[in-house]
């Protein structure tokens, strides 16, 4: 496949943007390099090059496009909300009713406050958290991704007792202090972090179900020993919904069925973003009345957006869950990806490539390892240099994927039976060269 343009405009990327990328994860460096393929123009299911290649996409843009590109009901909102006026700077209507539907999908929300990306979303909550319990630590899960704000960037100390260390440069190693960090699924290291520091533990935050190592379930009473836990020591409960509102079903994890009994997992606080916005920048944090109303003007938690609730990406975010509310959108996306990944599965097992797929529902992730993966450790205890070959040629064969062995694989209503039987296919020829 030739993609001699997107090699030259990353050569001129480089001159100019730092990196060549403008997030970090859309780089290849974790993928054995490269530049990566700059598209034109995305439509459906597929992604169109500068060199004119097409691929069909699973990155669904790190989660938002779960309806596709330039899906027509979203296309047409934002362009009416554009010519009604892309910024007001007061109140509209639309903010209401985008707030009104993520309510009724999400009761545990009493208030919401809209923001620009899932990082502020996030970052707010652990504000409010704060403000409430008058605490200042917050305990988070290794592997868990929370955005780029300071405190949430700090990775494990040496054990669930010990207090953090920075991820980043520029991140003091006073702010680290404030985070403890135990492992996803493990309540007796949750429990020993919250017996050492639970007198100062503002709140747990966790992504209640993983999407950023890979999709990881709760184990059964995760979730539920977390939040009795976090309460009985005086902490609040933040559940990072960013990519898992409206990803399985219409509604959030707290509401998705199969867990553990929803009054008994309900968070004080959660934070929203990518598909509640329907493509465009969006983030939203919402919880409790008594919880919320912390928040400035009301209270004295203070958190402010010159852009937050702009009616381009309310606009957006109300049309895309228009879409996800027909009947039969999910049902749809996990039939295709159940037969997507029984599909790679069986192709790698035919070529002798040990390979665990995690699949919820329309997304999934690919593991080079023969073991279970549940938790942080596992998923770094997998083969890298398998990934970055099978990402390679999946590209060179029209797939793109998302260039990290820890991200996943998204539908959209758009995929068709005819694009995962070219993905299978795609994979065992894959498979086939990685295996010689
Ligand atoms: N939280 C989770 C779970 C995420 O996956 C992400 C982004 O991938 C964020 C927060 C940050 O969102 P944004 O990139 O919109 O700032």
């Given amino acids: 496949m030739n993609r001699s343009k997107s090699e030259q405009y ?50 669904a843009a790190y989660g938002p496009i779960i309806t596709g590109h330039a899906h027509p009901h979203i296309t047409k909102a934002i362009t009416e909300a554009a010519s009604n006026g892309t910024l007001l700077g007061t109140p509209t209507v639309l903010e209401i009713k985008l707030a009104k539907m993520l309510k009724e999908a999400i009761p545990s929300m009493d208030k919401v406050r809209f923001v620009n990306s899932g990082t502020e979303a996030v970052m707010t ?14 305990i988070k899960f290794a ?28 991140i003091p190693a006073s702010i ?55 309460h009985d020591h005086g902490a609040l409960v933040i559940y990072d919904e960013v990519i898992t509102a409206f990803r399985f079903h219409y509604g959030s994890t707290q509401t998705y069925a199969g867990l553990d009994n929803h009054d008994l997992i309900k968070p004080d606080l959660t934070a929203l ?25 009301l209270g004295p938690a203070y958190q402010a957006g010159t852009m937050a609730g702009n009616p381009a990406s309310i606009s957006a975010g109300i049309a ?34 040990p390979l665990t797929i995690n699949r919820v529902r329309g997304s999934f992730s690919t593991h080079f390892c023969d073991h279970p993966v549940t938790d942080y450790e596992e998923a770094q205890d997998t083969d890298g240099e398998a990934f970055a070959s099978f990402f390679q040629h999946m590209l060179n064969r029209g797939v793109h994927l998302a260039p990290s062995k820890y991200e996943a694989w998204f539908l959209t209503t758009e995929h068709t039976d005819a694009d995962i039987e070219a993905t299978i296919e795609a994979a065992d020829s894959s498979f086939e060269a990685m295996a010689k």
């Fill in 10 to 59: 990353y050569a001129e990327a480089l001159e100019h943007i730092v990196g060549g990328v403008n997030s970090p994860s859309r780089s290849f460096k974790a993928v054995g390099g490269g530049a990566p393929v700059f598209m034109k123009r995305g439509q459906g299911a597929y992604f169109y090059d500068e060199d004119d290649n097409k691929y069909i996409d699973y990155l």
């Fill in 125 to 138: 909550t652990i504000r409010v958290a704060r403000a409430y319990t008058k605490r200042n630590k917050i």
């Fill in 143 to 170: 592997g868990n991704y929370h955005g780029h704000s300071d405190l949430v960037l700090v990775a494990a100390g040496s054990g669930p007792s010990t207090l953090g260390i920075p991820d980043s440069a520029g």
């Fill in 176 to 230: 680290a202090q404030e985070v403890i960090t135990v492992p996803y699924n493990d309540l007796s290291g949750l429990e020993e972090a919250l017996q050492k520091w639970g007198h100062d533990v503002a709140a747990v935050m966790v992504e209640p179900i993983v999407g950023n190592f890979g999709m990881v379930m709760p184990k059964p009473g995760f979730l539920e020993g977390l939040c009795k836990l976090a």
């Fill in 273 to 297: 973003g990518k598909i509640i916005g329907g493509g465009l920048p969006i983030g939203a944090y919402g919880g409790s009345k008594e919880v919320m109303e912390q928040v400035a003007p």
């Fill in 320 to 353: 895309c869950l228009e879409v996800l509310s027909q009947p039969g959108v999910y049902e749809e996306m996990e039939r295709l990806t159940i037969k997507l990944t029984e599909g790679i599965q069986a192709a790698a097992d035919r070529h002798g490539i």
